[in-house]
């Protein structure tokens, strides 16, 4: 119920941003007003921003982008406001730059980071008081107060909160003010003052009737009804009074359900029919409370609310269990673990790729002999990585032939320690490769015409390596590249070669197939997701910032060496796809327009086109960046 009461007040919260967007687009003269045609209009945004050379125009754009971006992608909206505060301070802009940290807040808001979002939107405050322009301030302290509530500060969000409302009071905005009075109300409703909640909700709940705003009516009398709802709650040793009050949150649910579906509100009402199915279990009319959790749930997968769907299957788990139906329990409470997890690693990826963006605006401006030494580094790491791998072989080999000698007197030895050796043969090299070395002594080299070769690399692994021992660093490769390993066992993968920090391999061979593009691409993304989680682990070590990058194309394959066997792969291929995994970003899996031809049309991956990058000696390359459908 909680997080029900947390999906009202930010629905609530929506309306004080939209006015907020609408006065700033006004400022501009910037109107976007369609919502089926916003990436065409994102499209020419990104067009104006890159071919004007007026700054204020450009400001505008920039605004517009980071406006645009702040839901479907905080992580551009963040860059686009960071590149319109460095504009504003150029020209000397108080205006443009008030925006800029507005919108730099904004963004931080929605990633979570609410003390950054507190920084900046505290600067286009200070801004907006020096300029003395009220409708500012006033939006300055609602979304101060906001980040305030959800740090769960509530005695210093209501008094920003009461700020605004003491501002658009003399202003006579009226949406306005019923906002931050409902804003006021869900305070003290966290707070636990119901009374007080309630009333606030009134008050709010008569402005948007006079102003017949209906779509905030629904939403503040789901506010009522959720205070009911808690008030019923408390009623414990008296569950006649109690289930009263539930009948009473069960009214303005209805009401409530009745105008969002005048409007269409399809996410408003799920989120009434999950909380009516709610109160129904409550007063333990299970029947309908099934009913109505039934309906929400079928809602909210319509629409793609993952939120809401993890709240309705733990109802549903939790009324089964009520009702002794252990088997429908069981399977609501696995849908509910799903759901929840799928919203963990949609907020992990987000988190991951708000670090990257960050990382790479603060190092645009690195030098290139800094660039050079951390070059230098990795292949003294790779020169050293591959006498390693060298000197193992000539080990094992050395074993084999010590093992050939004695066959005679020992053959239950001989026996076992073959089939080690084989083992160790077969780890090094295909298992195909390795039949036909040991059957014929050498190998043919083949070509294959459909593989897909991946590199991976890790972003500042020099400084990485400068914080370990020499014995740490080798156990935390080991330790990822093992992982790796396994990852890739789950596909047709071959697994080529580790070179320092970077690891190779290849599908498709030495068994031709047609699905490696998309078997690579899948192993890819659970490489990516597997850092990402491990970083989420342990935040208070060193990140293992990952560039992954892939390339199909043709390949020839084979061994090479006399006495220390590498199985290997040559050709323009294994250069391309090196250059993805430079050319990418950390944290992303950069695919060439090759490997997209292939997978693009599988509903599992969402790509993200690039353009045309200029790549090292490869001359300009169709590139995409590639995530879990």
Known sequence: ?????????????????????????????????????????????????????????????????????????????????????????????????????????????????YSAALDNYFEALKISENNNDRKYISSSYGNIGAVYKEMKDYVKAKDYYFKALKIDEKSGNNDWIASDISNIGIIYMEEGNYSKALEYYFKALKINEETGNKREIA????????????????????????????????????????????????????????????????????KEAEEYLQQALVLSDSIGAVDLLDDWHQSLSQLYEQTHQ??????????????????????????????????????????????????????????????????????????????AVISTRQKNVISKEKKRSDELLHSILPSETAEELKQYGF???????????????????????????????????????????????????????????????????????????????SAALEIQKYINNRNLKSPEAQPWQIRIGVHTGTVVAGVVGIKKFAYDIWGDTVNTASRM????????????????????????FVTEYRGEIEAKNKGKIKMYFVEKG
Not at 44 to 51: F, G, I, Q, T, W
Not at 248 to 269: H, Q
Not at 375 to 380: L, S, V
Request: with cysteine.
């Open 1 to 113: 119920m909680f997080f029900i009461l947390l999906k009202e007040y930010f629905n609530n919260l929506l309306l004080m941003r939209y006015l907020f967007v609408t006065i700033l687009l006004s400022l501009f003269s910037f109107s976007f007003t369609q919502t089926y045609c916003q990436q065409s209009k994102i499209d020419s945004l990104l067009k104006l921003n890159e071919n004007t050379k007026t700054d204020t125009v450009r400001l505008r754009t920039l605004l517009s982008l980071s406006d645009y971006y702040s839901f479907q992608n905080p992580d551009s909206a963040l860059l686009f406001a960071k590149r319109a505060k460095i504009l504003a301070k150029r020209i000397k802009s108080q205006k443009f730059l008030a925006g800029a940290f507005r919108e730099l807040g904004w963004s931080y808001f929605v990633s979570g980071n």
């Open 219 to 286: 939403i503040k009398l789901g506010n009522i009804g959720n205070v009911y709802v808690r008030l019923g709650e408390n009623m414990k040793e008296n569950q006649k009074r109690g289930d009263s009050l539930y009948n009473i949150a069960l009214g303005y649910y209805s009401k409530a359900i009745k105008i969002d579906e005048e409007l269409g509100r399809k996410t408003g009402i799920a989120i009434k029919l999950g909380n009516i199915g709610n109160v129904y279990t409550k007063i333990k009319k299970y």
């Open 326 to 403: 252990p088997g429908k329990a069981l399977e609501h409470y696995k849908e509910y673990i799903h759901a929840r997890d799928s919203i963990f690693n949609i907020e992990s990826s987000q988190k991951s790729t708000r670090l990257e963006m960050n990382y790479k605006f603060e190092k645009e401006q690195a030098t290139e002999k800094a660039e050079q030494e951390k070059k230098d580094a990795i292949a003294t790491a790779k020169k050293h990585k591959q006498f390693i791998i060298l000197l193992f072989v000539l080990l094992v080999l050395i074993l084999v032939s010590v093992f």
């Open 443 to 521: 190998t043919k080299p083949k070509q294959f015409d459909q593989v897909t070769v991946l590199f991976t690399d890790f972003k500042g692994f020099t400084k990485i390596a400068e914080k370990m021992t020499a014995e740490e660093l080798v156990n935390e490769l080991n330790l990822i590249f093992g992982v790796f390993d396994l990852i890739i066992s789950k596909y047709p993968i071959e697994k080529i070669k580790t070179i320092g920090d970077s690891y190779m391999c290849v599908g498709g061979l030495p068994t031709p197939n047609k699905t490696n593009p998309r078997d690579m691409v």
């Open 581 to 604: 995994e430079s050319s990418g970003e950390p944290g992303k899996v950069n695919i060439s327009g090759s490997t997209y031809e292939f997978i693009k049309d599988f509903p599992e």
